[in-house]
């Protein structure tokens, strides 16, 4: 695909784009599946541009964002699932969680 | 030294009167206990199984496993508006009515009717049974005595509850009693924004809920959770709640939260301080109508303005957790096993506005898990060395009052079940040991 999956503004953020996944399951399992260094990286070119991305993302209304923007939200909603990580815990997994699991059922779109 | 008041007599466990000693926890080790849990309890109260905006138009109908009660139920708007439940069985010769791909899995949907994968039997939305395939080739069919075998549902503050009981008459507003009673009125249909969780957990329904209905291990488990310095603080300080209620088989706990938002905004982590939410919440409350000092009676019973959540346990298993910034949680515990459960974690929010709602919301969900897998495994651990039976008596403190009464409540429905008693169940008793 040679088209740019997010917003020109956020070309920066182009080589993350693989984490614009809809689902909170599959954010979690790609949280599983990186390295520490992986979630540092993506962290670190992620974070700055929160402010500058929600104040793109108003521009539209919630249940109408273009599919361009739909997938920039869903980065950030994946910059929420790798904060523990990188913020807390320095390991993909939760401490003590073991194998335990806790799936997403039933979640809002987008 | 405590920092809330107790009641006159001390301590909230000697106020509601369910003894002080140890506690025996065969209950939930025993397979044989859970066998006569699962027709004393299981098959005798009204059990939540959804929300009316699950359920919007006619024809929307949802199924739901109950293995504890031994059957299945599907619950549908009927062609009235009006709600119904049946056994999710067809008459003919049995077979699971309404499923897709694996008969163990809960599904929801609309219809017009209800057919029968086996032999093609349909049924009307209120039961009736309106086809038979080759109806002639059967003996006097009178079809009207072949309808679904109904199940009484009924709705409190637009969640649905079912009962298999078809001997108990008490309503499901009297059975929720004082306690279903204060919280009346809590705008709970504006929060429609939804996220389910659900989890296997290898432990005891009850230790699970054990877990949720304490505080006292949450500076202690998910101290990792906060920043080194408000951690250690958190540690020192222990928990204590401000008000226990208990009434009849229910029980919930009223507790402080001052961290939505943070006092000090270098308490948490920099996400948080970034999007304004957390494991408390969204710090930023939207309008729900209602000001903190409007909210019904019995949420924040004490009145205290240091007041965070309620966590409300209506018997036997299910769990509603009322937050200061006007969002909500509910938990279920749907045994399979005596050693066995699923969990099922749904928080609610008012509908985001905007994408950075939206992603307050997000975070707040996400720590929600980040402390439940902790939990989860925390309790498997536990079963299995209950299960050793290498010590069998445990000491509760005061801030555990509510799994104390559980236990409590749970083993008297079991005895009563036992004793043939029609009698509603006398709690709080003293331990049986």
């Known amino acids: ?110 | 030294m405590a920092h809330f008041s107790k009641p006159a007599e001390g301590s909230w466990t000697e106020h509601y009167g369910i003894g002080t000693g140890p506690v025996s926890y065969e209950d939930s080790i025993s397979p044989a206990h859970y066998e006569l849990e699962r027709d004393a309890i299981f098959r005798r109260t009204w059990l939540n199984v959804g929300r009316v905006e699950q359920l919007p138009r006619t024809g929307s109908y949802l199924t739901k496993e109950l293995d504890a009660a031994r059957t299945s139920v599907v619950v549908v708007r009927d062609a009235d508006g009006g709600l119904r439940a049946f056994h999710n069985m067809c008459r003919h010769r049995g077979n699971k009515l309404v499923w897709n791909d694996f008969p163990g899995e809960e599904v929801a949907g609309v219809c017009r009717q209800f057919t029968c994968k086996y032999h093609g039997w349909r049924y009307a939305l209120d039961g009736e049974l309106t086809f038979v395939q080759q109806e002639s080739e059967f003996f006097d069919l009178d079809k009207s005595a072949y309808g679904l075998v109904p199940v009484r549902v009924e709705v409190w503050e637009g969640f649905i509850f079912v009962n298999l009981d078809d001997t108990d008459s008490t309503p499901l507003r009297e059975y929720l009693g004082d306690l279903g009673a204060g919280i009346e009125g809590y705008p709970f249909h504006k929060m429609t924004q939804v996220h389910r969780y659900r989890a296997e957990v290898g432990a005891n329904w009850k230790l699970f809920i054990d877990a949720f209905a304490e505080f006292y291990h949450a500076p202690v488990l998910h101290a990792k959770q906060s920043v080194a310095e408000e951690s250690r603080k958190l540690q020192g300080f222990g928990y204590e709640a401000l008000a226990y209620r208990i009434d009849g088989p229910h029980g919930m706990v009223s507790s402080w939260g001052g961290m939505s938002p943070p006092k000090d905004l270098n308490m948490v982590k920099p996400i948080e301080q970034k999007l304004r939410s957390g494991l408390f919440g969204p710090w930023d409350a939207p309008d729900i109508g209602l000001g903190p000092n409007e909210l019904p009676p019995g949420i924040n019973p004490a009145r205290h303005p240091a007041w965070g959540t309620d966590s409300f346990l209506f018997f036997p298993n299910f769990m509603i957790l009322i937050w200061k910034p006007n969002w909500y949680l509910t938990y279920h515990y749907w045994p399979t096993a005596y050693n066995t459960h699923i969990f099922e974690g749904t928080v609610y929010f008012v509908p985001p506005r905007n994408a950075f709602e939206r992603l307050q919301q997000e975070l707040a969900v996400v720590t929600f898990k980040e402390f439940a897998l902790q939990d989860g495994n925390t309790l498997e651990a536990t079963q299995t060395m209950l299960e050793s039976r290498a010590v069998t008596e445990f000491p509760l403190n005061d801030q555990e009052v509510l799994l104390r009464h559980l236990h409590v409540t749970a083993r008297n429905y079991v005895a009563d079940h036992q004793n043939g008693s029609k009698e509603p169940v006398d709690v709080p008793v003293r331990l049986a040991r």
Do not use: I, N
Not at chain 1, 9 to 16: Q, S, Y
Not at chain 1, 52 to 75: K, N, S
């Open chain 1, 1 to 110: 695909m040679s088209q740019s999956a997010l917003p020109a503004e956020f070309a920066d953020l182009e080589p993350f784009a693989g984490w614009a996944l809809p689902t909170e399951r599959e954010r979690y399992a790609k949280r599983l599946a990186s390295s520490m260094d992986d979630l540092q990286a993506f962290y670190d070119a992620v974070f700055p541009r929160l402010e500058d991305a929600v104040a793109y993302l108003d521009g539209f209304e919630l249940d109408a964002l273009p599919d361009d923007a739909t997938r920039l939200l869903h980065v950030f909603c994946a910059l929420t699932t790798v904060s523990f990580p990188v913020e807390v815990w320095r390991q993909p997994r939760v401490p003590d969680s073991g194998a335990a699991s806790f799936d997403s059922t039933y979640e809002p779109t987008p």
